[in-house]
Every structure is written in C-alpha cells, then in structure tokens.
C-alpha cells in the first residue's frame, strides 16, 4: 500500500521535509548552499550537494517548489545561482506531514520528552 492520506496526496519524506523546512528558513537567499546550511546549524543534519540536489529536483517534480536564477556576481565569478521557493503545494504538504506527526504524539509528551534509559 502507498504512503499517503485519505486525499490520496503523498506523505514528506523526512528528507523533503526538512529540505522544504529549510527552504522557508532561509527566505529570499534559499540557494543551495544555504540550504545545506540550514539543515546542518537546525537539524544537525550534514548532506552532500548531490543528495540536495536530488531532492529539490524531486520537489519540484511534485509541484511543492519553485526556483529562479539570480544573476551572477563578481564575487561568484558572474555564475549564477538557482533560488528556491516553497509554493502553496509545498506548505499544504508540510500542513499534513505535520498534523499526521501531531496526531500520532498526542499522548506521548511525557515519552518522547525524556530521553531513552
């Protein structure tokens, strides 16, 4: 049987969760790099660029993202750089990875605040 909800749509995967996550973390400066960034200082998760790039392009396979070229800099020796977007698709789909993760919890605060022995 699929991963999914009573709408049929595809549960996040842990990864894609954090990706997006990190994705609406950084903001307006969400590039690859940032990216990674972000998913190493808040989640302690340390990826390469090429497990990165795989899942953004996943994402964006599933409509739950968007990207844009920003121009080149000096300081990047003019290269330029893809910006990325968490579209309305992506949010929902974080809503219902969330609220699924919150109803399976409910009652188990006082376990999963401790840790294990």
Request: proline share 3%; aromatic share 6%.
């Amino acid at each position: 049987m699929g991963k999914g909800n009573s709408d049929g749509q595809s549960f996040l995967g842990e990864f894609e969760h954090m990706v997006l996550l990190a994705i609406l973390q950084a903001g307006t400066t969400a590039y690859a790099l940032r990216v990674l960034d972000e998913l190493d200082a808040r989640a302690g998760r340390r990826t390469d660029r090429g497990a990165l790039y795989k899942t953004l392009d996943r994402l964006e396979a599933k409509g739950y993202l968007d990207w844009a070229v920003e121009p080149g800099t000096p300081t990047r020796g003019g290269h330029r750089r893809r910006v990325f977007s968490v579209r309305p698709e992506g949010l929902e789909a974080l809503r219902v990875s969330r609220e699924a993760l919150d109803k399976l919890s409910e009652g188990l605060g006082s376990l999963l605040a401790h840790p294990a022995k």
